[in-house]
């Protein structure tokens, strides 16, 4: 863990080394009006930092919708300066932190100072402070629910997908994500999967070729399918989905990279692996659950796929609590 105390520079005033100005050359952050250090903190960790501070923007506008925070504005003198401590109501993974670091930079009017407990990807505790930020008691409060909506959403997803993590901890086995993520927050969900020791499956529909059920009765076959995307498309890893061992042997002979392996027992799990022999991955997906996750992974599949971390994990509860600035 690491402890950094940092002043960053508001959303209000970009100051002289605002990377939105950029030095010469600096082209990935031209548009970015984060600080330049919380910048490159994002992309270190694989996220793009004006895609960051667009959906930090989204967030506030849609929490102000168009005017100021009654609640705070009525009840908190403009000069009042606070701490703040965002800190875990339960142990976890948390995830999300420079997200919210953003999210405070584009509701602040003036410089904040922020103090880093934990960084993510790290196991906390209940009662655990995570980060601790200084600054005009109204930025901080009207920037409170947005950051702690992302926080709480992604450290979730990273504690449901470490739980996964250590499961299989000790086979070769990975659990990866899915595509079936919330619109708009893909890229954060699998950082999250990341940050819990998972893998992360295809980000688009671009990047990566799956061919799947549906795809099968258009083209009129499994095998059939393979070769039209890998005619068009020769460069791009091709994931073809299979429901019996039959399809299974077609596509490994048509050279797929990475077999889907729908709905399969553990059993049959361990025989496409006998039939592969190595000469693609193979990843299992359907029945998955904690409680059998380490009998899948015995089999010898190289992944486990698992949609869930991304749709169906509950928050991880973490709050901020309000003290005077030291």
């Not at 499994?222 to 020769?234: C, S």
């Not at 799990?269 to 998955?288: F, H, T």
């Not at 486990?304 to 609590?321: E, Q, R, W, Y």
Request: charged letters at 25%; hydrophobic letters at 40%; aromatic letters at 4%.
């Amino acid at each position: 863990m690491s402890t950094d105390d940092l002043p960053l520079a508001s959303a209000g005033g970009c100051g002289d080394d605002c990377a939105c100005g950029g030095a010469e050359g600096d082209e990935e952050y031209l548009e970015c009006g984060l600080d330049p250090a919380l910048a490159e903190l994002l992309a270190a960790a694989g996220l793009d930092p004006i895609e960051v501070e667009d959906i930090a923007n989204v967030a506030i506008q849609e929490d102000l919708d168009g005017g100021v925070d009654v609640t705070t504005v009525a009840t908190i003198p403009e000069e009042a300066v606070a701490t703040g401590d965002f800190t875990a109501r339960e142990a976890g993974v948390v995830a999300g932190l420079r997200v919210a670091e953003a999210v405070l930079s584009v509701v602040c009017t003036d410089e904040f100072e922020v103090e880093r407990h934990v960084e993510d990807g790290d196991r906390v505790e209940a009662g655990q402070k995570l980060l601790s930020v200084t600054t005009r008691t109204r930025d901080l409060l009207t920037a409170e629910r947005s950051a702690l909506n992302l926080m709480c959403r992604l450290s979730g997803i990273a504690t449901a997908t470490r739980a996964w993590a250590d499961a299989l901890e000790g086979t070769k086995t990975r659990v990866r994500d899915t595509r079936k993520t919330t619109p708009g927050l893909r890229s954060l969900e699998k950082f999250a999967v990341r940050c819990g020791g998972g893998v992360n499956h295809r980000m688009s529909l671009s990047d990566a070729a799956l061919v799947k059920d549906n795809h099968v009765v258009a083209a009129g076959g499994v095998a059939q399918a393979f070769k039209a995307v890998r005619e068009t498309f020769p460069e791009v890893p091709i994931e073809v989905e299979v429901d019996t061992l039959h399809q299974l042997r077609d596509v490994v002979e048509a050279g797929a990279d990475l077999i889907l392996l729908d709905n399969f027992t553990p059993g049959e799990c361990a025989e496409a692996v006998g039939i592969v022999g190595g000469r693609a991955l193979l990843e299992a997906s359907g029945r998955l659950t904690l409680g059998n996750a380490r009998v899948y992974a015995d089999t010898g599949v190289d992944f486990l796929a698992v949609g869930a971390l991304t749709h169906s994990s509950p928050i991880l509860d973490i709050g901020l609590d309000l003290r005077e600035a030291e």
